[in-house]
């Protein structure tokens, strides 16, 4: 078991599929000594401030030749592609700051026929690696060389033409197909599904086709405004308030009646609040809004940390983000600006404010150009309409201490 | 030196456990949870803490008392 102290005692990854945070005296009966962590209240307050990552989303490359329309990250055929000695440098690092879980991402990961070998490198430094693919490439022997990875995730927003009006690419029967190499393989899958206006409607109709493939989950992911994303077409590929609105009453229906576990992306999380959420459960079974720059981490082509893959680089170098104490991690601009806590309403007096923290960022940024609560949330509709220009001006952040 | 390290399996109880997240998932842009336990029974939570402190060993030692300390047992990951 990997294990890292923390004010509240411990994390400690049991499996690859669980991360568990102990009490103090449950961590001490395993060896950890949280030392100041647990002595020292400002080391504790400062440590829950600016954690270092639970997950790092690491960028593999930024070559893809597919050209889906929404890519965040604006893959091309002939983007870069860092060495495979980099990137495994860039794993040491990230293992070495406490990160459990690595997931590797891109462009098209699969484009880099050491994919499988990073993953072994991974696990060798002590991380969980996932990944996800669009599966084009996926060959029954490429199935067999992800072995190393804990899980690989499917780009699937729904079949045929459900997926050609997200991506603006026709690849649903690719995705197909590398679901069933993956299935025959042995190698546990799951799907990722973005959701989008056109498509809501579909969305049983896709984790039914999702769970018959023999994916073990179907993560629903919200369309962001980033890379290519980032336009006016945002407007028309958004949820629309109706379908936001709908959202709670949509996912009960699914768990209840899939077996296959239903997961759902941090920007996500704010869209249910119009719905009966109860924000104990939230915490106690670790379900999170925005960690970004908190509890995520991202690590892009260039080498340089960002708070998540969809926010902009901050100033640091992944060499450089862990080191003296993780120095840099805690106190780089960028960074302390994405995971402050929301200090303004209708954020500061919502239930769920400790575990959404304000929203999704990027959809405030690219709607408000400031951080705002996110503006796509029914509780914070709700307040703007009914004292509008009175609500969410300015920034996110506590006003002091 | 990193941050965290490999610990030996020991015996926890399930009012010991503070937080479980369930995963791995895999999504290289966003961080995903799994959100069953909002539309199922209170029992399937519980079941699912009960499991977790078994799969941490069997037989859980008696504890000793604890002295409070800063952002003690009772304080949340945050």
Known sequence: ?401 | MSEAREVEPCPIEPDEIVVVRRGPGANCSSIGSVLDVLFLSALVGGAILVGVAAAFGRDAEPREGEPEKPGGDDAGPG
Request: hydrophobic residues 40%; glycine residues 10%; proline residues 6%.
């Open chain 1, 1 to 401: 078991m990997r294990a890292r102290a923390e004010p509240f005692g411990a994390w400690v990854r049991i499996d690859d599929g669980t991360l568990v945070g102990v009490t103090q005296a449950a961590a001490r009966r395993m060896g950890v000594d949280g030392a100041d962590l647990w002595t020292d209240r400002v080391a504790a307050e400062e440590r829950t401030r600016a954690a270092p990552p639970l997950e790092v989303h690491l960028a593999v490359t930024a070559r893809c030749g597919v050209g889906c329309k929404g890519c965040y990250l604006d893959a091309k055929p002939d983007g870069d592609a860092p060495a495979f000695e980099v990137l495994e440098d860039r794993l040491a690092r990230i293992a070495a700051a406490g990160t459990f879980t690595v997931a590797f991402g891109g462009g098209e990961p699969l484009s880099r026929p050491d994919l499988g070998r990073l993953a072994e490198r991974a696990r060798a430094f002590g991380l969980t690696p996932v990944v996800t693919t669009s599966g084009i490439g996926m060959t029954r022997a490429r199935a067999r060389s992800l072995a190393a990875f804990a899980q690989v995730n499917v780009s699937y927003d729904g079949e045929g033409l459900d997926y050609a009006a997200v991506r603006g690419v026709d690849g649903a029967s690719s995705a197909e197909r590398a679901m069933q190499c993956l299935r025959e393989q042995g190698i546990p899958f799951g799907a990722n599904v973005v959701l989008t206006r056109p498509t809501f409607a579909r969305l049983e109709a896709t984790v039914c086709r999702v769970e018959e493939l023999g994916a073990r989950e179907a993560q629903l992911l919200r369309y962001k405004p980033a890379g290519r994303a980032k336009d006016p077409t945002y407007l028309a590929m958004r949820l629309a308030p109706d379908q936001v609105d709908a959202l709670y009453a949509t996912l009960d229906r699914l768990v209840r009646a899939h077996r296959i576990a239903i997961r759902v992306d941090c920007a996500m999380l704010p869209l249910l609040s119009g719905g009966p959420v109860d924000p104990e459960l939230l915490a106690r079974f670790g379900v999170l809004g925005c960690e970004a720059g908190r509890h995520l981490a991202a690590l892009r082509v260039d080498g340089r940390i960002a708070p998540c893959s969809f926010a902009p680089a901050s100033d640091l170098d992944g060499g450089e983000a862990w080191d003296d104490g993780a120095r840099g991690w805690r106190r780089d601009p960028t960074l302390e600006a994405w995971r402050a806590l929301p200090g303004i309403e209708p954020c500061r007096s919502c239930p769920l404010r400790a575990s959404c923290r304000g929203g999704c960022r990027v959809v405030a940024q690219h709607l408000s150009h400031a951080f705002e609560p996110d503006p796509e949330c029914p509780r914070v509709r709700r307040a703007r309409l009914a004292r509008p220009g009175q609500l969410g001006e300015g920034s996110l952040r506590e006003d002091s201490e």
